[in-house]
Structures are given as C-alpha cells and as structure tokens.
C-alpha cells in the first residue's frame, strides 16, 4: 500500500493493463490499415487479386453514355447503357444478363451470389427479354467484357 492507503499495482495487474493497451493499439491500426482498405475493394477483387491493380480511372464516375455494342470503347469508364436482355445464366455463385447470344463478344451484366438478396427473386428471368437501363464501370475479365452490378438502383426496365 502506497502512504494514501491506495493499493499498489501487483505485478500481474500491471502486466494486464500492459497487455490490454498493446492489444487496443494493436486492434486500432488494424482496423485502420485492414478493415477500412477492404470496405474500397469489391468481392470479386477479393477473389481475384489481379482485378485490383490500381487504375486512376477506378474512381472517376464521369457517366458516358453508350451503345452496349461500343463497350470495349469505354473500358474502365462509368457508363450508361440500355438495351434487351436476350440471354440469361444463373449459377449458385453468379448470374449473367446478356444483350447478346453471343455473349463472348459482348458486354455482360454480372451479379455475384453475396448480391442476389439485392435483386427480384429469379432475376434471371425477371430481367430476360426486357429493355434495360444500367449503369456501371466497364472492366475487363479474363478478356470479357462486363458490368458487375450491386445493387439494383445500377439497371432499370425502361419497357
């Protein structure tokens, strides 16, 4: 006891004290450096790291409005576009909405499955054969095209 009457720290409470700021600090930069850089990356980045390489053109949303045959064009911009969904494929994992049958050599819309709860049940059939407006960024995937869409204010039927 200190001459107030006050006890004095033992060595396992400093210790304790010590280890539980550390670990606070600890837990600060790593939210800081971890968590907050994750909430700028989209999960298909995520899972594919090579779609992450820094492009000063991720951040720009100048919307350019565009045929969806003219995509390739806009690569990497934010665009606008509308069309018919001819073509749709749903998966557990991802569902794509085509304006083309021959959707290797077109723009595709994707939705990846942590998304779906976003949109109408069965949203590959709800979108097929209707007009479309979309909104979004043109990447490029393993030489596709696409727009990945996540949320459903990025397309409209507009018939």
Same mark, same amino acid.
């Given at each position: ?7 004095? @720290? ?27 850089? =994750?909430?700028?990356?989209? @999960?298909?980045?995520?899972?594919? @790291? ?24 806009? =690569? ?20 794509? =909405?085509?304006? /083309?049958?021959?959707?290797? /050599? ?13 949109? @109408? ?39």
């Amino acid at each position: 006891m200190t001459e107030t009457g006050e006890k004095k @720290p033992t060595g396992f409470t400093a210790k304790a004290v010590t280890i539980t700021v550390a670990a606070l600090i600890v837990l600060f930069f790593v939210k800081i450096w971890v968590v907050d850089g =994750l909430h700028e990356v989209s @999960p298909r980045e995520l899972r594919h @790291p090579a779609a992450a390489q820094e492009d000063p053109q991720r951040w720009d949303k100048t919307k350019h409005v565009m045929q969806w045959k003219d995509a390739a064009k806009y =690569l990497g911009q934010y665009v606008e576009t509308e069309g018919v969904i001819v073509a749709s494929h749903k998966t557990e994992k991802i569902c794509y =909405l085509n304006f /083309d049958k021959n959707y290797k /050599d077109s723009v595709a819309l994707v939705i990846f499955a942590d998304n779906f709860e976003r949109f @109408p049940d069965s949203l590959e059939k709800y979108y097929l054969n209707k007009k479309v407006k979309v909104e979004g960024r043109i990447k490029d995937y393993k030489g596709r095209l696409e727009i990945v869409l996540g949320s459903r204010e990025q397309i409209k039927i507009v018939q």
